[in-house]
């Protein structure tokens, strides 16, 4: 290829493609010069192919020479003010692109060489000529050989990088003019002929990384919408093209080259940032094909988009995510609390990166795919949502990971994931006296719960309560707890039931009458409530997620549904969590004898509050035995809880005045426990006010650190993630600057207003004389203590204040 370099091809273009039109141009002499180089180069290929000897080196440099000042003459031609183009039609006319290529066919090792040269050729002309030598077949018909004999042919970097230009040009061309996409499917009269062979050139290049890889998938991007349009191009991409398994197994790849070891030190981190991405090169290409997947099942026809998420689902995540979060399962007999080294390395990386996929993915199709992995997918006994509430015991960085990705499902503000955590023990009602039970909606117009949250804070020193510092901002407390509640309220408005204690039925608490017996054996562990509609609560969580591309109606099979357009499949049965349903804003809601013989099956009458609750409030209780970083993300989590405005939640996290069953603790008397203990530790220490100041002066260090961690980042390393056209406001549900502490943190800790600080001490304001020190006492145990009374008193202002906006919400 070195002998190529010198051609005069690149220079030619790039002197005439940005040059104005000429002012004194000719088109006779013009036309004559063209006529008088093609003579030329004829006469060496007409000798070359009568001869029938080896094609010299020196005859195809003279060729491709002359082949450069014709397309030198064209683009003269094109940009003169002439509207005749002589030079274009004898191109056409004498059929001079189709005796090239049949010339390159015969020139043996030279044949991929002139390949490239007509790479060029034809990205020039289409560059310039706006489509319309795409209907003459004397161009067409040579093209579609040329591209044809590219199938399955390895190339040079640059003929790869001319023909993925020249592939996305007639990709924009077909966007530009749609019906000339038919161009590119031949009859089926002819079966050896490629059929849109440039969506089959473009299929290995979606993996590819650089400008060759970008540009591929650029152009495959616009031949996924138009699938949505155009019936010949859906069909191909379902039945005769490899482009979703090509996906789904590159995603595999991609996966199985992540690090399974993380250097990160930092002793509070817990999940990817946008910034560890970019650190992390096979990180990068990772994400940057989850969200080309995204994108391709946002915009491309639904039969594509279930086809490629089928795909996802069984060659990505039930062979190779669900194994890597799983593996503590492996022949090991249930869950052992202390695995070996390092399997919990893996297990934290690999629950890191399945958080980090929560938080990229947008589209409602693809987050089903997630939350039916989650919910339903079993490895030796264990789904994946059981393992990973049973790891909230784990060690504190697996913990800390665990809590963040059980954050991240919460956020989703999806039905069938509260359903499976919370609800489905809620709904019977069994966790309240039955005289109790007409009380789950009741509204507390006095905020007396807010007031019992705030009466519970343990007896420690408080310093300054200044508007703006650390212990004085409730009113911030109040305006963010209206503003989660609020967005809460309505991402949950498509919920199938209110759950209000009403509605689902408590059917767990009806007498066992005959006909109510089971006529279905479902398990209770692994299945949802049905939604009116014999749909699934869980996809109709998903339409927050509204845009322009949201998904149609199912097929109508005589219940009505919408015309052609079409639904994603139902993944998992009829009877399936997470069977996908239509998105009708109207949701019928009925109340059958089949419904409430269905819930009869699933609902315990045995009181209960669930796992993963039963795990948080023994979490609670036990603070004074964890970190920081860990408290931060429990007392983060449940807030999120407590956010969820359905009644059966906020009654059982915030409601003070409702009585439990006897064996079923509310967070009022986990607190309350918490706060004794820390009260009794710390009783009889002399030194509490000055370690308690110290505590306050290590959170606000903390604080800002974290506030100035992203411009330190900006100076020192990359800053985000790079941009690519396939992000779609990825990371939304997450952090969207280097954070090591969780989102709890900002929540609940404020800067200190300047009055505060001015009432340091300078000294007190040094790290190495407040927090570091701090953290360094030999008594760790009354330092963690102390910390707890400082978390905790913070802690219930926010409580309150999500109480009193519910009280208020509701009023």
């Known amino acids: 290829m070195s002998w190529l370099k010198s051609s005069s091809f690149r220079s030619s273009i790039t002197r005439h493609r940005g040059s104005p039109p000429a002012k004194e141009f000719d088109p006779s002499a013009c036309y004559d010069s063209f006529k008088k180089h093609w003579q030329q180069a004829f006469e060496i290929i007409e000798r070359t192919q009568q001869e029938k000897c080896v094609t010299k080196q020196d005859d195809v440099l003279i060729v491709v020479n002359h082949i450069d000042q014709m397309i030198s003459l064209l683009l003269l031609e094109f940009r003169s003010e002439f509207k005749d183009s002589p030079c274009l039609e004898y191109l056409l006319s004498e059929d001079l692109l189709e005796c090239i290529y049949d010339w390159s066919l015969i020139t043996g090792r030279f044949n991929n060489s002139l390949k490239l040269e007509q790479f060029k050729l034809y990205e020039s002309l289409m560059s ?108 191909f991409i379902t039945n005769e093209s490899n482009v979703c398994p090509v996906l789904a197994t590159g995603l595999s790849g991609l996966y199985s080259r992540l690090p399974r070891k993380l250097s990160i030190e930092a002793e509070d981190w817990h999940r990817f940032t946008p910034d560890d991405v970019a650190e992390i090169k096979e990180l990068t290409t990772f994400i940057n094909s989850l969200e080309f997947c995204n994108v391709v099942v946002q915009i491309s026809h639904p039969k594509v988009q279930n086809a490629l998420l089928e795909f996802l689902y069984q060659g990505f995540l039930v062979p190779v995510l669900g194994p890597a979060l799983l593996q503590d399962c492996v022949g090991l007999p249930g869950y052992n609390s202390q695995l070996h080294a390092n399997i919990e390395e893996d297990l934290i990386v690999a629950t890191a990166y399945f958080d980090l996929m929560l938080r990229s993915v947008t589209h409602p199709g693809l987050l089903h795919s997630l939350v039916r992995f989650t919910l339903q997918e ?337 100076n020192e390393s990359p800053a985000s993630l790079p941009p690519t056209k396939y992000s779609n406001d990825s990371f939304d549900r997450g952090d969207n600057k280097r954070r090591s502490l969780s989102t709890a943190f900002n929540a609940m800790f404020r800067r200190y207003s300047n009055s505060y600080k001015d009432s340091l001490k300078e000294s007190e304001l040094e790290p190495s004389e407040a927090g570091y020190w701090f953290f360094k006492r030999k008594n760790c145990e009354v330092k963690r203590v102390v910390m707890c009374g400082v978390l905790l008193d913070e802690w219930l202002k926010e409580l309150a204040a999500i109480t009193q906006e519910h009280a208020i919400a509701k009023s």
């Open 128 to 235: 310039h000529s706006r489509n319309e030598l795409l209907i003459h077949e004397s161009f067409l018909r040579p093209l579609l050989r040329l591209l044809s004999s590219c199938v399955d042919q390895c190339f040079s970097v640059e003929a790869e990088k001319r023909l993925v230009a020249l592939l996305n040009l007639l990709c924009v061309s077909f966007m530009q003019q749609s019906e000339l996409i038919e161009l590119f499917f031949p009859s089926l009269q002819e079966p050896s002929q490629n059929r849109f062979v440039i969506f089959s050139l473009l299929i290995p290049f979606i993996h590819r990384e650089g400008p060759i890889g970008q540009q591929a998938r650029d152009a495959l991007l616009l031949c996924m919408s138009l699938s949505k349009h155009n019936d010949s191009v859906e069909s």
């Open 378 to 714: 079993t490895y030796e006994g264990h789904r994946v949502i059981d393992a990973l509430v049973t790891r909230i015991n784990a060690e504190s960085r697996l913990c800390l990971v665990t809590l963040a990705t059980l954050e991240s499902l919460v956020d989703l503000n999806c039905e069938d994931i509260m359903l499976d955590l919370v609800l489905r023990h809620l709904v019977p009602c069994t966790h309240v006296m039955l005289s109790q039970r007409s009380r789950v909606q009741h509204i507390d117009p006095y905020c007396r719960s807010a007031q019992k949250f705030l009466s519970l804070s343990p007896a420690i020193t408080r310093y300054s309560r200044a508007e703006g510092s650390l212990y004085g901002d409730y009113r911030s407390y109040l305006s963010h707890a209206r503003d989660r509640i609020t967005s809460c309220t309505n991402a949950t408005q498509s919920w199938t039931y209110p759950y209000d204690g009403e509605s689902p039925p408590q059917i767990a608490v009806v007498p066992k009458s005959e006909e109510l017996k089971s006529t279905l054996e479902t398990d209770a562990d692994h299945i949802s409530l049905p939604s009116a509609d014999d749909g699934s609560s869980g996809y109709e969580s998903f339409k927050t997620f509204k845009d322009n591309n949201r998904l149609g109606e199912p097929e109508d099979t005589g219940g009505g549904g919408g015309d052609d357009a079409e639904s994603l499949p139902s993944p998992c049965g009829s009877d399936s969590v997470m069977e996908t349903c239509h998105t009708s804003n109207n949701v019928k809601q009925s109340n059958s004898t089949n419904s409430k013989t269905y819930l009869n099956n699933i609902l315990s009458t045995t009181p209960s509050i669930g796992l993963f609750l039963d795990i948080l409030f023994a979490k609670l209780e036990s603070m004074l035995s964890h970190d920081l970083y860990v408290n931060l993300h429990l007392t983060g989590l449940v807030s999120r809880l407590a956010v969820y405005p359905q009644p059966l939640i906020h009654s059982f996290l915030l409601d003070h005045s409702l009585v439990f069953q006897p064996s079923i603790r509310s967070l009022f008397q986990v607190i309350g426990t918490l706060k004794q203990r820390i009260e009794t530790k710390l009783s009889h220490e002399s030194n509490l006010e000055s370690l308690t100041q110290e505590a306050q002066l290590f959170l606000l260090h903390e604080e800002d650190r974290i506030v100035n961690a992203r411009r330190n980042a900006l």
